[in-house]
Nanobody, 127 residues
Framework: QVHLVESGGGSVQAGESLTLSCAVS????????MGWFRQLPGQERMGVAG???????FYADSVKGRFTISRDHNKNILYLQMNRLKPEDTGLYYC?????????????????????WGQGTQVTVSS
């Protein structure tokens, strides 16, 4: 059974940094993609960053140059390093996992195209 557990969220001031972690268990396939999504109350989850098993990555325009997605293969942990945080980065952050490529028809895989999700970790950035 696949389990994803996020950690690392918190409350910070604008300009500060946070690193989110997503520990994966139960996934043993080499072909996969993973993503970080942000959700606000009453809104759909929005893709923030994604990583394919081929090393390819995706970043939303709003986080390019500030966020970095990476994975520790040995520990099976996905990270999201978030620098120079802004109030608009506030939200509930989820990590997601699925088999197959990150890109689908020339676009990054959307939230409805991932089967496994963590429970979320809250990030709050105050100005």
């Amino acid at each position: 059974q696949v389990h994803l557990v996020e950690s690392g969220g918190g409350s910070v001031q604008a300009g500060e940094s946070l690193t989110l972690s997503c520990a994966v268990s139960g996934w043993y396939y080499e072909n996969f993609c993973m993503g970080w999504f942000r959700q606000l109350p009453g809104q759909e989850r929005m893709g923030v960053a994604g990583l394919g098993s081929d090393g390819g990555a995706f970043y939303a325009d709003s986080v390019k140059g500030r966020f970095t997605i990476s994975r520790d293969h040995n520990k099976n942990i996905l990270y999201l390093q978030m620098n120079r945080l802004k109030p608009e980065d506030t939200g509930l952050y989820y990590c997601a996992l699925d088999g197959g490529p990150l890109w689908v028809a020339s676009r990054p895989r959307g939230p409805h195209e991932y089967n496994w999700w963590g429970q979320g970790t809250q990030v709050t950035v105050s100005s």
